[in-house]
């Protein structure tokens, strides 16, 4: 079983639709980050959290919330969805600062 | 502000040859770069990490090697197999949000 497990792992929703994207891991690590990745521009952070008190904006965060509702889960919300945001999204977690992030398989959204 | 790139968006090897995979950081002061590998359709992968307070690092057929003084990062594969076929990113801490931003991404493919 993946250790960080994103749902769905493919989506196509209409423009103006509301959509959440599942992110669970195993690993207990308090650091929990959404990114988005878009061809030729790597990965780019949307937003992240420390524990599940703390919810921190990323570099482009603009049209996006999330939830952290236990250690645990970390939810990605796109409130109305529009085109620019089809892009292929992952999760990651990290245990501290000075560490690796471990990632989920991504989930790959298209909004006609 | 800050940047993390790579000098070549693809690079083609013969299976067998060594590969050098190159980043270039703009902020001084980050203190811990990772490299990892993204195979299509999955997330990305660790490879190895460096700190700053180190100019080398080995792994199994792998090495990183950390130039501060031209903030320059290399990743080298040898006896390149089609297996490492993949995009490489490199990914600097940034001290401020104590994050990981990710360059863009190298693709690598390898020739049989």
């Known amino acids: 079983d993946a250790d960080v497990t994103q749902t769905p792992r493919n989506r196509i929703t209409k423009t103006g639709k509301r959509i959440m994207l599942e992110c669970s891991q195993t690993k207990g690590h308090d650091r929990m980050y959404w990114y988005r990745q878009d061809p030729g521009l790597g990965l780019r952070l949307i937003y992240y959290s420390f524990d599940v008190k703390d919810i921190n904006k990323g570099e482009i965060s603009d049209g996006y919330s999330v939830s952290r509702q236990a250690q645990a889960k970390f939810s990605l919300s796109l409130e109305s969805a529009i085109p620019n945001q089809t892009a292929l999204y992952f999760c990651?977690?990290?245990?501290?600062?000075?560490?690796?992030?471990?990632f989920g398989q991504g989930t790959r959204l298209t909004v006609v | 502000g800050e940047s993390v790139g790579l000098h070549l968006p693809t690079l083609s090897v013969q299976e067998g040859d060594n590969s050098i995979i190159n980043c270039a950081y703009s902020?001084?002061?980050?203190?811990?770069f990772i490299w990892y590998k993204q195979e299509s359709g999955k997330g990305p992968q660790f490879i190895i990490d460096i700190r700053s307070n180190m100019d080398k690092r080995q792994g199994q057929r792998v090495t990183v090697l950390l130039n501060k003084t031209v903030k320059h990062l290399s990743l080298q594969i040898a006896a390149t197999q089609p297996g490492d076929s993949a995009v490489y990113f490199c990914a600097e801490r940034s001290n401020w949000a104590n994050n990981l931003f990710f360059g863009t991404g190298t693709r690598l493919t390898v020739i049989p």
């Open positions: 902020n001084s002061a980050s203190d811990y």
């Open positions: 990651a977690t990290r245990p501290g600062p000075n560490t690796e992030a471990f």
